[in-house]
């Protein structure tokens, strides 16, 4: 949970008198350190199933009690544990927000990307390597790329509702293409909500791999949801398809490839055919929170894979361009940064 500032402090912070980059810099790198040790040893798992003593703590995690001591007393501060009676727990914050029994899952992914990007951040300022300076080869195997898979995994939950209810198909439709659809999460919901629709998610191996173990769980619509495995710009899509989703596609692409996936999407799509594009645009209205979320993901993405966040009318170009019009932009409340274009033939 982040640092909260009182009105005095906030005040002294715009003033200078408390220096900004010790807030901005200094403070995050101590909490992902905090976050990352609680990761390693499982601290989260452990207190989910019941309280403890730093004590029992120590005996069963194996870790030494004084650097335990110092863990608990930061995450106390941050919101993310909490001392009754001599004993340790989970805050209310922590049950409801942290994804307890994949957290050790998640985090490899983030902290790994964030040692990278860092170590290199003077290099993608300097030559802005094709390919940023990770790329997504690193990410379609290992540690890294499962952790990744779980990763995303979470964030689609935490918007996946919200985006199934203002995605709005016309009567008739009966099939959809979820492009580098990973887990399946959109595809799956997307589904349930239309009985009569036919599901398609496609994505590299261990994306496959990520929407098969959806599917298993989800055996309601697990019947009408098939994968694909291939590359979407490599690969020929199938045709027939009256609605295809990108969920988090186009901010890794260069507009040049933005422009040849939505055409293939136009080939691969009936005459009334529709897409979703649910991204991080750089224009898009809201308050200054959700504006800074998607510009810090802008950012990240241009180290990452040498991508950035779009302005809506530069997506709305290209739609117009590869035959999709009518373009709705329908931005996320609980997803702040996170925008639902809508667009048809």
Not at 255 to 260: G, M
């Amino acid at each position: 949970m982040p640092l909260k500032p009182n009105f005095i402090e906030r005040f002294l912070i715009s003033r200078g008198k408390i220096p900004g980059p010790l807030i901005d810099f200094a403070l995050p790198s101590f909490i992902i350190t905090a976050l990352t040790g609680a990761s390693h040893i499982d601290l989260f798992q452990v207190l989910d199933e019941s309280e403890a003593s730093v004590d029992e703590l120590s005996e069963k995690i194996g870790a030494n009690k004084r650097p335990l001591q110092n863990l608990l007393r930061a995450l106390k501060q941050i919101g993310y544990v909490e001392k009754k009676n001599g004993r340790w727990t989970l805050t209310s914050y922590t049950r409801k927000a942290v994804p307890v029994e994949e957290f050790s899952e998640i985090l490899p992914f983030f902290r790994e990307q964030l040692v990278r990007t860092v170590q290199k951040v003077d290099q993608a300022l300097m030559e802005t390597p094709e390919e940023g300076v990770i790329g997504w080869e690193p990410l379609k195997g290992g540690e890294f790329g499962r952790s990744y898979q779980s990763a995303m995994r979470w964030l689609a939950r935490q918007s996946v509702e919200e985006v199934t209810k203002k995605v709005e198909l016309p009567e008739g439709v009966t099939r959809m293409i979820d492009v580098g659809g990973s887990h399946g999460l959109y595809c799956v919901e997307i589904c349930r909500k239309y009985p009569e629709l036919q599901g398609t998610v496609m994505d590299w191996p261990i994306g496959i791999e990520a929407a098969e173990e959806t599917l298993e769980q989800e055996s309601d619509v697990a019947g009408r949801i098939e994968t694909l495995e291939g590359n979407f710009f490599e690969d020929e899509l199938p045709g027939g398809y009256d609605y295809a989703f990108l969920g988090n596609i186009i901010h890794s692409n260069s507009p040049d490839q933005n422009r040849y996936l939505l055409m293939k999407l136009a080939d691969a799509t009936t005459e009334q055919g529709s897409v979703g594009i649910l991204d991080q645009f750089d224009n898009v209205s809201g308050s200054g929170f959700n504006q800074s979320v998607a510009a810090l993901i802008g950012w990240n993405l241009f180290l990452f894979v040498n991508g950035r966040s779009y302005a809506v009318e530069e997506v709305e170009e290209w739609l117009k361009e590869t035959g999709f019009g009518n373009v709705e932009v329908k931005p996320l409340k609980k997803s702040p940064g996170f925008t639902l274009l809508t667009a048809s033939k």
